[in-house]
């Protein structure tokens, strides 16, 4: 389970919010920018933590060495990261654009991926591989949810083709609740934790 507690926590506190849902089985935390996980950081969290957000490139090197995993969301990022002298390697989760049109790499640019990921000495690991459900919410579209997931499992299988074994998640508050075949291997827990 990785409890999502960007925004203050929704308003309930970042570090409190943190250590109770460490405290409650959560093994990783999210946040939606570096900042917050650098305040999670200094607060002597040692859980792993993915940002969600956008990161700007000067903050690969901190993100490296304080074990923050970044999401990559465009081709474009991936190339500036393939590009970045780092002494650590970055855990990565890449994001996937399976429907909600919002952010994540789209299914055209997946080979592009494949080859900046498998390049000679490129500065990363993969971590993580994840998409977001664009109506999880609505029960009546369920088959626009499988649609999204068959997609996400199509594109988890070309990365293990190529020997990366990333962790898989997909499901937020609303998929969680809704059904357990959209879990995959973690799931994010974010409003659903505050009531």
């Known amino acids: 389970m990785m409890a999502v507690v960007k925004s203050n926590a929704y308003g309930h506190g970042m570090i409190a919010s943190a250590k109770a849902a460490i405290k409650g089985g959560a093994t990783w935390l999210a946040v939606d920018e570096i900042t917050e996980a650098l305040e999670i950081r200094k ?15 000067e903050f690969y090197k901190v993100a490296s060495e304080k074990k923050i995993s970044l999401t990559i969301s465009s081709l474009d990022s991936l190339q500036t990261l393939s590009k970045t002298k780092l002494k650590k390697r970055l855990p990565i989760h890449l994001k996937f654009d399976t429907g909600l049109h919002r952010q994540g ?10 080859r900046i990921l498998t390049a000679k000495n ?4 993969v971590e993580g591989a994840y998409t977001h459900f664009a109506v999880m ?9 499988k649609m999204q997931a068959e997609m996400f499992r ?11 074994t990333p962790i898989t998640h997909a499901s937020a508050s609303s998929g969680i609740l809704f059904s357990k075949k ?9 409003i659903s934790l505050y009531g």
């Open 182 to 190: 959209f879990h995959f291997y973690m799931s994010r827990t974010g």
């Open 43 to 57: 607060n002597k969290i040692k859980v792993p933590i993915l940002v969600l957000g956008y990161t700007l490139p």
């Open 122 to 125: 490129f500065p990363a690991v």
């Open 137 to 145: 919410e609505d029960p009546l579209r369920e088959n626009y949810s």
């Open 105 to 114: 790499i789209p299914d055209s640019q997946i080979q592009q991926m494949i």
């Open 154 to 164: 199509s594109v988890v299988e070309k990365l293990k083709a190529k020997g990366f």
